[in-house]
């Protein structure tokens, strides 16, 4: 059994939501991607953001990373703006793009320590080796160099990053996307365990049956609009074979093909501004 994860000492109360876009519209060039977004993300919930390549879930992390800014609207992240006050929304979040990257020659925990030096927040060998475990990771692996890491292994560190920065927000993109059936299981039992422990966490995904697996809530994105959501009911959960209907039939057509290089520049801006800012890359390294 794993230890178990600590509290952030930044978590609201359930009715704030953590992460709040209020009607953000973000246009790149002449064209409008995101059109009057409306997105709340609570304490302890697990909000899963689905919808065709191009349909604005790359731009959607980018507003609350601060990363772009909307034209009209508001972005908050525990009631701060990550446009005008960067510094302080981005300490907030801790972020997991699809493929974490790591200082190949550095070990697990050294990764773990250098990248909390450079966000201020140095912490014992003995605390970081508390999160490394808390996330997953075996002991054995702790002073080993990454280089041989698998991806979900690499994941692993990244999360006992966020753990040791006690972020209130956890922005996910594409979690899943390569991981094993094993790897998959692990890594949505520890978001749940994450939920439990007041976390918000916004997760960008195709994966619908993962999504449904571990999401309170299911919103579909296309043509830059929040079209559904849906949430978790009963022991099922979620009616996959209506959602997969749906899922299909969103985000088609002209509309996610105007958009899909701008959420594409939108991810490249995200990764180059992460790699240079310790803050943002929290838990993206």
Request: charged share 20%; aromatic share 4%.
């Amino acid at each position: 059994m794993h230890p178990s994860l600590p509290v952030s000492s930044n978590l609201t109360s359930a009715s704030t939501p953590v992460l709040q876009a209020l009607g953000a519209v973000v246009d790149y060039g002449e064209r409008t991607i995101l059109q009057g977004l409306d997105l709340a993300v609570h304490a302890g919930e697990i909000y899963a953001l689905l919808g065709a390549n191009g349909a604005g879930k790359t731009t959607t992390l980018s507003l609350f990373l601060g990363f772009v800014r909307p034209r009209s609207g508001q972005v908050r992240v525990q009631g701060v703006d990550p446009v005008t006050a960067a510094a302080q929304a981005r300490g907030l979040i801790a972020y997991i793009p699809e493929n974490v990257a790591l200082y190949e020659h550095l070990s697990a925990r050294e990764n773990v320590a250098y990248l909390l030096d450079l966000a201020g927040q140095p912490a014992s060998r003995d605390a970081i080796g508390q999160a490394l475990s808390a996330a997953g990771l075996d002991a054995a692996a702790h002073d080993r160099r990454v280089s041989g890491f698998s991806k979900g292994m690499r994941q692993k560190v990244a999360i006992a990053l966020a753990l040791a920065r006690k972020v209130p927000a956890l922005l996910l993109d594409e979690p899943t996307s390569g991981l094993d059936p094993q790897a998959t299981a692990e890594f949505s039992r520890l978001i749940t365990q994450l939920r439990g422990q007041g976390v918000a966490i916004l997760m960008v995904t195709h994966d619908l049956l993962g999504a449904a697996d571990v999401a309170d809530r299911m919103g579909f994105i296309a043509g830059g609009r929040l079209v559904e959501e849906v949430a978790a009911r009963g022991e099922e959960r979620f009616d996959v074979r209506a959602l997969h209907r749906h899922y299909a039939g969103t985000g088609s057509g002209a509309s996610a093909s105007a958009s899909a290089s701008a959420d594409a520049n939108a991810n490249a801006n995200a990764n180059a501004d992460a790699d240079a800012d310790a803050g943002v890359q929290g838990a993206a390294a």
